[in-house]
Nanobody, 121 residues
Framework: QVQLVESGGGLVQAGGSLRLSCAAS????????MGWYRQAPGKQRDLVAD???????NYADSVKGRFTISRDNVKNTVYLQMNSLEPEDTAVYYC???????????????WGQGTQVTVSS
């Protein structure tokens, strides 16, 4: 019953900004790292940024200085603030979470449905 619901994607001009959000809901016993991945047509899904439960962050080199990942542990929500967007950022962005639903289940990976981000030149 765990769900990751994403929002905030859309069409933006180069140089513009978007903020993505992803809320995890359902039976969540322990929520570890959360992150954002993206996939363009014909390409593999790559990590954009992730963040641990304690707030440590990691970014792909291509987005450092432009994107900021954050999370709200009360709301079980992760955000991705995207500034200075470039056409190369165009992709479907997927929310990811590593969690377990109880002590008796292993940690597993969950994915959102994806949200389209299109940056026009």
């Amino acid at each position: 019953q765990v769900q990751l619901v994403e929002s905030g994607g859309g069409l933006v001009q180069a140089g513009g900004s978007l903020r993505l959000s992803c809320a995890a809901s359902g039976r969540i016993f322990s929520l570890n790292d959360m992150g954002w991945y993206r996939q363009a047509p014909g390409k593999q899904r790559d990590l954009v940024a992730d963040i641990t439960s304690g707030g440590s962050t990691n970014y792909a080199d291509s987005v450092k200085g432009r994107f900021t990942i954050s999370r709200d542990n009360v709301k079980n929500t992760v955000y991705l603030q995207m500034n200075s967007l470039e056409p190369e950022d165009t992709a479907v962005y997927y929310c990811h979470a590593n969690l377990r639903t109880s002590w008796y289940n292993p940690f597993s990976d969950y994915w959102g449905q994806g949200t389209q981000v299109t940056v026009s030149s």
